[in-house]
């Protein structure tokens, strides 16, 4: 397996402009995580999802940001519209769900966001 | 909710010297304790986990050890290297799905 794919691995837009981030999931993993990363607020979570159903998104910081697992190999993040303090990694991973090594998350290499 | 607290945020040790990172908890409910490594540009990467049904875990240089009484755990790295170099989060969870939260994460810095 290829592991948890992201794309773009970079992104650099303009304030105001929309941005989609993509995800796909390693095959077979019940549950999939959005996590931001800063230098100020460390690894955060944003959503999770178990069975493509998003389950808490308590994370997301505001109405601008919204997720959506359409299926099981697939997963969007999108900003809309964007703000420099949106600036960040946006770190994917799954996890397996069940079995004895199911709480382990692996992540993938993450998108590197800049907003000007 | 959960809450993490790690320390220290950062480490500067000497090649061969023993780490010690260190981890509180607040949710007695939180029973599975990961503990992941980021070098410069990559993605956390899973080093090793423990469970509140054991005390301590070992896996070569690097060992895990757990109070549940006290809400904390901690990692420990003998014989650094330049390699080991990275940093480290930790994490607690519970409950049914182990949706885990996240440490601040320590920098470790092992000079040659």
């Known amino acids: 397996d290829a592991g948890v794919i992201q794309s773009p691995r970079h992104e650099v837009t303009e304030m105001g402009q929309e941005v989609t981030l993509r995800c796909k999931p390693i095959s077979g993993h019940d549950y999939l995580f959005w996590y931001r990363q800063t230098m100020m607020r460390g690894l955060e979570l944003l959503i999770y999802?178990?069975?493509?159903?998003?389950?808490?998104d308590s994370g997301m910081p505001e109405d601008r940001f919204s997720a959506k697992m359409p299926n099981a190999s697939f997963s969007t993040l999108k900003i809309q519209p964007s703000e420099p303090r949106d600036s960040a990694v946006y770190f994917c991973a799954s996890r397996p769900g069940q079995g004895a090594l199911g709480e382990t998350q692996y992540f993938g290499p993450g998108t590197r966001l800049l907003v000007l | 909710g959960e809450n993490v607290e790690q320390h220290p945020s950062t480490l500067s040790v000497q090649e061969g010297d023993s780490a010690v990172i260190k981890c509180t908890y607040s949710?007695?409910?939180?029973?599975?304790f990961p503990w992941y490594k980021q070098e410069l540009g990559k993605r956390p990467q899973l080093i090793i986990d423990i469970r509140s049904n054991v005390g301590e875990k070992k896996d070569q240089r690097i060992a895990v050890t757990l109070n549940k009484t006290a809400k904390h755990f901690s990692l420990h790295i003998t014989e650094t290297q330049p390699e080991d170099s990275a940093v480290y989060f930790c994490?607690?969870?519970?409950?049914?799905?182990?949706?885990?939260?996240f440490g601040r994460g320590t920098s470790l810095i092992v000079h040659p």
């Open positions: 994490a607690a969870g519970g409950g049914g799905s182990y949706i885990p939260t």
């Open positions: 949710d007695s409910a939180s029973n599975y």
């Open positions: 999802f178990n069975n493509n159903v998003p389950i808490d």
